[in-house]
């Protein structure tokens, strides 16, 4: 049974930097065909914001991400790192990854997608 467990999450101030990281354990991170970060700030819906396909590690961002946060595999590692900059406040929130066996493009960003959850670390933007 795969567990995913984030870590990274703190205080930054805006414009500032973090890293977020995925970390697996109980099985191979390689079997599993995708892995996102979804995010959910006090009172919305959870919300994916980029994903990265294990079998060509072709990229995906949320227009609300796109340019700042940088998803990348550290294949040394069962690990998936989410690389968070110039932050925001409204990037305020709990921060999740997630994984699935199976692969449909059109419901990267979608909850239904996935199976497997981390327990989620927080992130604030505020000075």
């Known amino acids: 049974q795969l567990v995913l467990v984030e870590s990274g999450g703190g205080l930054v101030q805006p414009g500032g930097s973090l890293k977020l990281s995925c970390t697996a354990s109980?099985?191979?991170?390689?079997?599993?065909?995708?892995i996102a970060w979804f995010r959910q700030a006090p009172g919305k819906e959870r919300e994916g914001i980029s994903g990265i396909s294990n079998s060509d590690g072709k990229t995906f961002y949320s227009d609300s991400v796109r340019g700042r946060f940088t998803i990348s595999r550290e294949y040394a590692k069962p690990t998936v790192i989410l690389q968070m900059n110039s932050l925001k406040p409204e990037d305020t929130a709990v921060y999740y990854c997630?994984?699935?066996?199976?692969?449909?493009?059109?419901?990267?960003?979608?909850?239904?997608?996935?199976?497997?959850w981390g327990q989620g670390t927080q992130v604030t933007v505020s000075s």
């Open positions: 997630a994984a699935d066996h199976g692969f449909n493009v059109d419901m990267i960003f979608s909850e239904r997608h996935y199976h497997y």
């Open positions: 109980g099985d191979t991170l390689d079997y599993y065909a995708v």
